[in-house]
């Protein structure tokens, strides 16, 4: 059997020199960078499962918050698994509190200034207002703001409710304070096991209320996800209006037992999501803000879709949407003329190697993708690339395409994961030792840096849409992966601690995660956080740490 370890380099026998603090930091940055490379692969990968209908309400509650925990679980699985687990145990406890507290103040404060607003007279974010952000109140701490949701407020209590896991590690940890650390490892053991299925209870519990939540129509935040997705996806041409829609079409008509000739609109849960779809691409090209679109707009607007029409479907096109024959097309005509031209297209795709064929609304087009057809040639450079292996492929064949992606990017990334999470761990140990900081702080900075940035850039991203609901999305993925790690990553510890006889000695440690927890859950109470808010989060990562340093300087170790 081949031994994985032999693979890495052992850091303990690097030289102790500069030149082998070089080669240290080098391993570091391969090995952290590699393991952001996985974690964003895990990411895309649950992406491209969320525009699967039939997958999405699963990937939404379930798969995604679990995915998000691998890295920073493996970590800390990796972490009590060595030779010298006890000592190195304190990488893992860096990690998981680097990653709780960095996720909960960093990305926090980027996010609601990211999603900032105007105030209006009451305190509260106007996201009617146009513009949103005025020129003189950019710069201000206290005119400008993002709104806090129900759902998020709510979210605050779970994330404290969650934490009380560790009073069962920290509680008898300071009972049998003064012995040594194996007799407070064995008495810590029966804590451990319990703590462990309190651990798994509440985590089972989590994924229950995300399950139903992203059904609720109220909390909405997982279907507004799933559109941003869509968007986004389409955006990047890797996958066609047609093909996302068109599975949407098929799975709400399973639903709700509707046969093919049923109109769209008896489907209010698919118009919702083809409404949240089509916006954007909408609001785009309404440079004037007339709530109208020319017929060359339409057309810019089905291009930047993936969806390219002829000069002679163009106007057949603009004519049926254009219902009130006004000369313009309002967002709910687009929106409901989209609706049909989805509808007509879903059994009349005829595809080749070089064109893409559909029914317009009735009328047989073999010659969508005519590169001589007038605006059509001039815009082909503009144009977004789109995979050549997903480019003529139909709806039905799409999907089972992004399936093959979604299983390789997750199948990768948590490969890359399991192989490098160990000797990142001897990394930064001996990165700790070296610089006589201790495991600790090295773990709790550098870390993150390696399994956490692919959140705080997708955070930040959804904050710049700047409604109430981007803005709710970007927060309680936040509190969502610092409820993960209360539950999934510290029941891997309490699994460490009882199988291998590990003691918990980490009081400054816990009360610093359980501080920054509980603060910013009665932070949440806040129904606005302004400018000025969201920097007295971001000064508590720095607190936190310190809050360590001097309580281990007073021997609350």
């Not at 559109?227 to 709400?252: D, H, P």
Request: glycine share 8%.
């Amino acid at each position: 059997m081949i031994d994985i370890s032999k693979l890495f380099i052992d850091v303990s026998t690097l030289p102790q020199n500069g030149y082998g603090s070089f080669q240290l930091a080098f391993l570091f940055a391969v090995y952290g960078y590699v393991l952001m490379v996985a974690s964003d692969m895990i990411s895309n990968g649950s992406e491209f499962l969320l525009l699967i209908p039939a997958y999405a309400g699963i990937v939404g509650s379930v798969v995604l918050p679990i995915l998000g925990a691998v890295p920073d679980g493996m970590l800390v699985l990796f972490s009590g698994m060595g030779e010298n687990a006890q000592s190195q145990l304190s990488v893992g406890v860096g990690a998981l509190a680097g990653s709780t507290i960095m996720l909960l103040t960093i990305p926090w404060c980027l996010s609601v200034i990211g999603g900032r607003v105007d105030l209006d007279d009451q305190g509260r974010p106007n996201y009617r207002k146009s513009p949103k952000l005025s020129p003189e109140n950019v710069a201000s701490l206290s005119a400008t703001g993002a709104a806090i949701s129900p759902h998020v407020q709510t979210g605050g209590w779970i994330m404290i409710g969650t934490s009380v896991t560790y009073l069962f590690l920290q509680g008898p940890g300071i009972f049998y304070a003064g012995r040594s650390t194996h007799d407070i490892a064995v008495e810590e053991s029966t804590w451990a096991l319990i703590g462990m299925f309190l651990c798994f209870i509440l985590f089972a519990a989590y994924l229950w209320y995300q399950i139903k939540t992203s059904n609720d129509d109220a909390v909405g935040s997982q279907q507004d996800r799933r559109i941003r997705v869509m968007e986004e996806a389409i955006r990047r041409g890797e996958v066609t209006l047609l093909g996302v829609m068109q599975a949407e079409f098929k799975t709400a008509s399973m639903k709700r037992h509707l046969d093919e000739n049923s109109p769209l609109v008896d489907n209010p849960e698919l118009m919702a999501r083809l409404k949240g779809v089509l916006k954007p691409f909408y609001l785009k090209y309404d440079t004037n803000n007339d709530g109208s679109l020319s017929m060359v707009e339409l057309s810019s607007v089905f291009r930047d879709m993936g969806e390219f029409l002829d000069q002679e479907n163009l106007k057949k096109i603009f004519n049926v949407f254009d219902s009130d024959q006004s000369g313009g097309v309002d967002f709910h005509e687009f929106v409901l003329g989209t609706a049909q031209y989805i509808k007509m297209n879903r059994k009349r795709c005829l595809f080749n190697k070089t064109h893409r064929g559909m029914s317009v609304l009735g009328y047989d087009n073999r010659a969508l993708l005519d590169e001589e057809a007038g605006d059509a040639e001039k815009e082909e450079d503009e144009e977004d690339d789109m995979p050549e292996d997903l480019r003529h492929l139909s709806p039905e064949d799409q999907q089972k395409r992004l399936k093959y992606r979604a299983l390789y990017f997750l199948g990768l990334g948590t490969l890359l994961v399991i192989l490098f999470s160990d000797p990142m761990v001897d990394v930064l140990d001996e990165i700790g030792t070296r610089t006589g900081m201790g495991s600790f702080p090295v773990a709790f900075v550098l870390a993150p840096l390696a399994s956490n940035a692919s959140e705080l850039v997708a955070s930040y991203k959804y904050s710049l849409k700047k409604s109430s609901h981007s803005i709710a999305i970007s927060l309680s993925t936040l509190q969502g992966a610092a409820c993960m790690n209360n539950t999934f990553g510290l029941g891997i510890f309490m699994v460490l601690i009882y199988s291998k006889t590990l003691a918990w000695e980490y009081l400054a440690e816990t009360l610093s995660i359980l501080f920054v927890q509980i603060v910013m859950g009665f932070m949440t109470l806040k129904q606005t956080h302004t400018v000025g808010d969201s920097f007295w989060i971001l000064a508590l990562y720095p607190l936190s740490l310190l809050m360590v340093i001097a309580l281990e300087a007073m021997g609350w170790d």
